[in-house]
């Protein structure tokens, strides 16, 4: 009997009261394709290849990043321009093979490869995802993204 | 009067009356989904017109499209039967719903109500409780484990409430000397004369009953998605199922209108025009229905039983003895 009381009583209106509380606050919906959500500061998404002030390659062709890669998702082919310096004359990222794991960003010592915020880049063709160098320069952020720099730092530091 | 213009008169009420129920119906789901969304920090239906309003008219015409399967192993008649079984009395409750007062049109007088019936409260009972019908014979007839547990289960349900769900308004009956719903609106003319306080215990019980027996959560046993797939029309789809579903919400819609009716004033209230009050009222009865929805989580089988047989029963027939004693002696 004291069960039922404490049922009708207490329990159930404290119910009614959360949901009553709940159906004044604020919506999380974020309503995607109108609105974008913020992605993480480190979120890693689609490539890009950063360049010098004076729009040269960073890019050396070190290789490392296809060393690194675990999905064997790069493929790349030196050069020497005229003034003998290496650069990248093919660059390539097989984006259906990447697993976005950001090993090529951490293991460039050129700091040339990042991973950024683009994540919508679905297509009903395969040979889209192969993605060029020349694609990728031009996926470069206009702005520079804050963790870039948390990922300067961290080369500083070790 | 003469019989043409009588005859008319009805027709055109008939019409009116069925046309807002289907309305009503629509908006309902907008309402609910509305609601519901809402509860769960969610924004519901928001894409097709402002607010998402125009939403049921999308639906509608979805269900419409939809190419209508009847599984092979169905009885046929009782198949496409059932849909309609369930759709036409609740549609019939609202015969003698009274919507407002009586008004002067083109020169007539014209009841708000399409028709007053003496025995208006026991013909709402009579023609909700053939509902649960349609609901047997679509779990039944659709030769699915899931709906024939889903039927069978709809029909202890509505059994076992059907008994306090008449008892808890046996109260206002005797209080009011009359089963017109015209009267009794007309005996709640003054705000502490709604039914609802002098009959609190009756409205706890009646608001309790009417939800198990329209199969609504937290008594939504019969179609409880998470056990039965959808239960007794999980073989139906196109326009049966659209049946299904207006005849939910209408019977949901029916029961509001009763209550409002019985309970809580009918169509009076000062200012508004009543057939407005009468609107606000049912909104607010369906709102509170859809409160329960996000609040309570489903009963089980044996839980259902016993409160209904132990708990309700026994409180609807103490609260017509009390009223009884109390006002009739």
Redesign the interface.
Same mark, same amino acid.
């Given at each position: 009997m004291v069960d039922?009381i404490r049922t009708v009583f207490i329990a159930l209106p404290k119910?009614?009261y959360?949901?009553?509380k709940?159906?004044?606050?604020?919506?999380?919906?974020i309503?995607y394709p109108k609105v974008k959500r913020e992605m993480a500061p480190r979120y890693r998404g689609l490539h890009y290849l950063e360049v010098y002030e004076d729009g040269t390659d960073r890019c050396v062709c070190c290789g490392l990043c296809a060393a690194a890669c675990p999905a064997d998702a790069i493929y790349m082919e030196g050069a020497e321009n005229e003034k003998g310096e290496r650069y990248a004359k093919i660059y390539e990222i097989n984006l259906l093979r990447c697993i976005y794991c950001g090993f090529c960003e951490e293991a460039c010592p050129e700091e040339a490869i990042f991973l950024g915020h683009e994540y919508e880049f679905s297509n009903d063709n395969r040979d889209v995802f192969i993605f060029t160098k020349e694609q990728m320069l031009a996926n470069r952020p206009k702005k520079e993204k804050p963790f870039k720099r948390i990922i300067r730092r961290v080369r500083r530091i070790f | 009067m003469s019989y043409t213009e009588i005859m008319l008169i009805s027709s055109i009420k008939v019409i009116v009356v069925v046309l807002a129920v289907l309305t009503g119906c629509a908006y309902s789901t907008w309402l609910e989904r509305k !609601?519901v969304?809402?509860?769960?920090?969610?924004?519901g239906p928001n894409v097709a017109g402002p607010f998402g309003l125009l939403q049921p008219i999308a639906d509608a015409i979805k269900l419409v499209f939809k190419e209508d399967i009847v599984p092979n192993n169905v009885e046929r008649i009782t198949y496409a039967l059932a849909p309609i079984v369930v759709f036409i009395p609740a549609l019939l409750s609202f015969a003698v719903v009274p919507f407002g007062d009586k008004v002067t049109m083109f020169g007539y007088q014209i009841d708000m109500v399409i028709s007053d019936l003496d025995i208006g409260v026991l013909f709402v009972f009579a023609v909700t409780s053939l509902g649960v019908y349609g609901i047997v014979l679509a779990g039944w007839s659709s030769g699915s484990k899931y709906s024939l547990l889903g039927g069978v289960r709809s029909s202890a349900q509505m059994i076992s409430y059907e008994v306090a769900y008449g008892l808890s308004i046996i109260g206002v009956l005797v209080i009011a000397g009359t089963l017109s719903m015209k009267e009794l609106v007309a005996q709640q003319s003054s705000f502490f004369d709604w039914f609802i306080f002098r009959q609190p215990v009756g409205f706890v019980l009646y608001v309790i009953c009417a939800i198990a027996e329209t199969n609504r959560a937290p008594f939504d046993l019969p179609e409880a998605e998470s056990e039965l797939v959808a239960g007794y029309h999980t073989e139906y789809s196109s326009m049966r199922f659209a049946m299904f579903f207006i005849g939910e919400y209408a019977n949901m819609l029916a029961v509001s209108c009763v209550a409002t009716t019985i309970f809580l004033g009918g169509w009076q209230g000062p200012l508004l025009p009543p057939i407005i009050w009468f609107a606000i009222k049912v909104a607010l009865f369906m709102s509170f229905y859809i409160?329960l929805r996000?609040? !309570?989580p489903r009963l089980r089988y044996d839980q259902l039983m016993n409160f209904g047989w132990k708990?309700l029963f026994p409180l609807a027939l103490l609260n017509v003895m009390v009223t009884a004693l109390i006002y009739r002696l």
């Open positions: 039922v119910g009614f959360t949901t009553l709940h159906l004044f606050k604020k919506p999380v919906t309503q | !609601l969304g809402h509860f769960q920090h969610r924004i409160w996000a609040t !309570l708990v």
